[in-house]
């Protein structure tokens, strides 16, 4: 015990002398998530600009118009030039533009079949995504005005109407995010993930900055020459401070800002700090793997971008290649998603997570594989250093 509190003693020394490693965890966190809880703050995008060329000017297109103005997720920019329309949209001033061609409403007066042309800028994807909906349930809402209004010509009831026009109805429940919130949809998982990557990166840099500034043999003195002493002494400052950080995250959530929460946040905090651990061991792997502080860094770097792709919570990894899935079992936030999807919209406790609570547990197991690397590099320091 004398021996771990020398070495938790030295390194908060280090981190005192060291403003990277402030800066890099909580600056870094804080930053993130005022950035993307104000980013998000709304909900659901809106407003999102929709260019309009009616080259019909009658009462149905205007009608149309401003009845796709009036949706929450649209506002109308009028053009008459449909290529000023489309140089707005690749550059980036409007997400799509639909034209209304001329004739639109005689053709419906006379029984044939207009075509409205639309235009969708998809390298924005949630905006692109989003009026594609738009327009595409606005074009549905006018068909179906149209086809209600020749069948009331032709004496039908309204019961008998409906079933024409829409002979399934649809009974919809979002099940967890009612309200269809893009933050509650991402950032419950994106912050934890921003964190994740703080936690390999701090990890690789603390334990490799030993083998750049040639300190790792003191520290070994400090450990009395136990390699496993060292690196629990040293990690244990940083197991505290990003879990302190974690929790404090999962509170801002699901109790100030009241993301939904079937389950309990007591798990919550769980589901965080095995994260935390797991991302520290797998930062610890990647140092021994790579006992140089900048290739460690980068390979650090990647699989934590890497971590965010394949996650699921962007695009189900059940779409994923069958390669690729396989693969995504081996970054932590993927097992935090799971838990995290099991407590916090089903509420399933125990029964629901503990398998994923298992693999985060396995991440510790693997610095054991390399850490005699690790303790070669730090006693004889016979890896390059810049």
Request: proline share 4%; no cysteine; charged share 15%.
């Amino acid at each position: 015990m004398k021996q771990l509190v020398k070495i938790v003693r030295r390194e908060l020394l280090i981190i005192l002398k060291r403003p990277v490693y402030i800066l890099a965890s909580v600056g870094v966190l804080i930053v993130n998530a005022v950035f993307y809880i104000t980013f998000m703050k709304d909900g659901l995008p809106h407003d999102l600009p929709i260019g309009l060329v009616d080259e019909d000017h009658s009462s149905t297109s205007r009608t149309f118009a401003r009845e796709l103005d009036g949706t929450q997720l649209g506002k109308v920019v009028y053009y008459d030039d449909i290529h000023l329309a489309r140089e707005h949209m690749e550059t980036g001033r409007i997400t799509s533009f639909i034209v209304i061609p001329k004739g639109f409403n005689a053709d419906i007066q006379a029984f044939r079949q207009p075509h409205i042309s639309y235009y969708v800028n998809s390298l924005y994807f949630v905006g692109g995504a989003l009026a594609y909906k738009d327009i595409l349930t606005m074009v549905n809402l006018t068909n179906g005005a149209v086809q209600r209004q020749v069948l009331r010509l032709k004496g039908m009831n309204e019961r008998e109407i409906m079933g024409r026009i829409q002979p399934i109805v649809l009974d919809q429940h979002q099940i967890g995010n009612p309200a269809v919130n893009y933050g509650v949809y991402l950032n419950g998982v994106l912050l934890p993930g921003v964190l994740e990557m703080i936690v390999i990166l701090i990890t690789i840099y603390a334990v490799g900055s030993e083998l750049k500034y040639g300190t790792s043999k003191h520290l070994l003195k400090t450990a009395g020459g136990s390699v496993e002493m060292a690196l629990l002494g040293k990690l244990l400052p940083y197991n505290i401070i990003f879990t302190v950080l974690g929790i404090a995250l999962e509170l801002l959530l699901f109790h100030w800002l009241k993301y939904p929460l079937k389950g309990h946040i007591g798990w919550m905090f769980l589901d965080i700090l095995l994260l935390v651990s797991a991302s520290e061991a797998l930062g610890l792997f990647i140092v021994e793997l790579f006992p140089v502080l900048r290739l460690a860094i980068s390979v650090g770097a990647i699989i934590s971008v890497l971590g965010f792709s394949l996650a699921g919570f962007s695009l189900p990894v059940e779409a994923m290649p069958p390669y690729v899935q396989g693969f995504s079992a081996v970054f932590p936030l993927r097992h935090y998603y799971l838990f995290h999807v099991q407590e916090t919209i089903w509420g399933s406790g125990f029964a629901g997570w503990w398998q994923e609570s298992v693999h985060l547990l396995l991440f510790l197991f693997l610095p054991f594989t390399l850490i005699g690397r690790l303790g070669h590099a730090y006693k004889y320091q016979d890896y390059e250093r810049n």
